[in-house]
């Protein structure tokens, strides 16, 4: 059972301070994006623990970037990476960490011509990888995904009807082939109205705006 701190969008002030080490018994921190890398550093450091995030639609375009044993690259030159140090980009990934594997997906709909926006369709392509990504990891260990971590919600799932906050179709069809336990993603802000979990199947689907604790098993074997 790990215990995880998840975080996306809003920044909770507390965090800044001392107040932070409330969350010292946490296991992991997942970030649903667009948040100030710093912040997420200041966390990760504060809590020295492992932070796994993805980008939303108002960070730092991170594609492209390469790391080999610490040296980072973009189109084969040397370059600082932007993102936040020390963390693991799940965009387009499939992670362990912390005893879960998690599947990440980051990015909004696209509604202008800003980094981390996706059509439909590309969103749909990227989906694709990390299935397939998700399925070669559990033939060769037998485990399924247990945290499915995206920027957006799926389409009719907890989103909003303006263009820049619709959800992705795709997400629904990604979470019916991983049946993760868990889908948390971001993007959604409260605006101090309850947003309450949903399901899509038997994944319980969580806006963590600006700050969810939850206990997730992981380690879940495909049956």
């Known amino acids: 059972m790990a215990r995880i701190l998840a975080v996306a969008d809003e920044v909770v002030e507390q965090l800044w301070t001392d107040?932070?080490?409330?969350?010292?018994?946490?296991?992991?921190?997942?970030?649903?994006?667009?948040?100030?890398?710093?912040?997420?550093?200041?966390?990760?450091?504060a809590l020295d623990k492992p932070l796994v995030f993805v980008p939303g639609n108002h960070d730092t375009d991170l594609s492209g970037y390469s790391n080999v044993r610490g040296l980072w690259?973009?189109?084969?030159?040397?370059?600082?990476?932007?993102?936040?140090?020390?963390?693991?980009?799940?965009?387009e990934r499939v992670v362990?960490?912390?005893?879960?594997?998690?599947?990440?997906?980051?990015?909004?709909?696209?509604?202008?011509?800003?980094?981390?926006?996706?059509?439909?369709?590309?969103?749909?392509?990227?989906a694709r990888r990390v299935s397939r990504l998700a399925?070669?990891?559990?033939?060769?260990?037998?485990?399924?995904?247990?945290?499915?971590?995206?920027?957006?919600?799926p389409l009719d799932?907890?989103?909003?009807?303006?263009?820049?906050?619709?959800?992705?179709?795709?997400?629904?069809?990604?979470?019916?082939?991983?049946?993760?336990?868990?889908?948390?993603h971001g993007h959604i802000h409260p605006h101090g109205v309850p947003r309450p979990d949903r399901s899509l199947g038997a994944t319980r689907v969580i806006n963590v705006v600006p700050q969810k604790v939850l206990e997730i098993s992981g380690g879940r074997d495909e049956t």
Not at 27 to 37: R, T, Y
Not at 136 to 151: A, E, I, N, S
Not at 166 to 171: A, H, Q, V, Y
């Open 135 to 153: 399925g070669w990891r559990r033939l060769r260990d037998g485990r399924g995904v247990d945290v499915l971590l995206t920027h957006s919600p």
């Open 157 to 184: 799932c907890g989103d909003e009807p303006d263009g820049p906050h619709r959800g992705f179709d795709c997400l629904r069809g990604l979470v019916s082939r991983l049946q993760p336990s868990f889908m948390l």
């Open 19 to 45: 107040q932070v080490h409330q969350h010292s018994g946490v296991d992991l921190i997942v970030a649903a994006g667009d948040l100030p890398f710093d912040y997420l550093e200041h966390l990760a450091n």
């Open 73 to 91: 690259t973009k189109a084969g030159v040397p370059v600082r990476w932007p993102g936040p140090a020390g963390a693991v980009n799940a965009d």
């Open 96 to 126: 362990d960490v912390a005893g879960l594997r998690i599947a990440g997906l980051g990015g909004s709909i696209r509604y202008n011509k800003g980094p981390n926006q996706w059509t439909e369709r590309q969103q749909a392509r990227r």
